[in-house]
Nanobody, 125 residues
Framework: QVQLVESGGGLVQAGGSLRLSCAAS????????MGWFRQTPGKERDFVAV????????YYTDSVKGRFTISRDNAKNTVYLQMNMLKPEDTAVYYC??????????????????WGQGTQVTVSS
């Protein structure tokens, strides 16, 4: 079992920055890809970014490319999401997750197990 705890969310003005952290415990995550998703009320959880096991490759949804950066520190068993130039439409609860399935659809929730409880990000205009 892996327990994930997200932190770093909050209220920020448009154009501002936040850095989310996802701390894992119970098992090392160095053998797994890690993803970030986000969800707004009444909508499904959407893929944001994913990073491979050693941090050498990452992929983003189009709407955050050039603004968000996913990274990881396997020594600290932690994954990060640096969010710059935030927009009101980035407002959501952000979740990290462990990628345990590799069918090729890294942006699908079904590829992931062990979700955190989420952290709220609110961007004001």
């Amino acid at each position: 079992q892996v327990q994930l705890v997200e932190s770093g969310g909050g209220l920020v003005q448009a154009g501002g920055s936040l850095r989310l952290s996802c701390a894992a415990s119970g098992r090392t995550i160095s053998s797994y890809g890690m993803g970030w998703f986000r969800q707004t009320p009444g909508k499904e959880r959407d893929f944001v970014a994913v990073i491979n096991q050693i941090g050498s490759a990452s992929y983003y949804t189009d709407s955050v490319k050039g603004r968000f950066t996913i990274s990881r520190d396997n020594a600290k068993n932690t994954v990060y999401l640096q969010m710059n130039m935030l927009k009101p439409e980035d407002t959501a609860v952000y979740y990290c997750a462990v990628r345990t399935h590799y069918s090729g659809s890294f942006n699908s929730e079904g590829e992931y197990d062990y979700w955190g409880q989420g952290t709220q990000v609110t961007v004001s205009s």
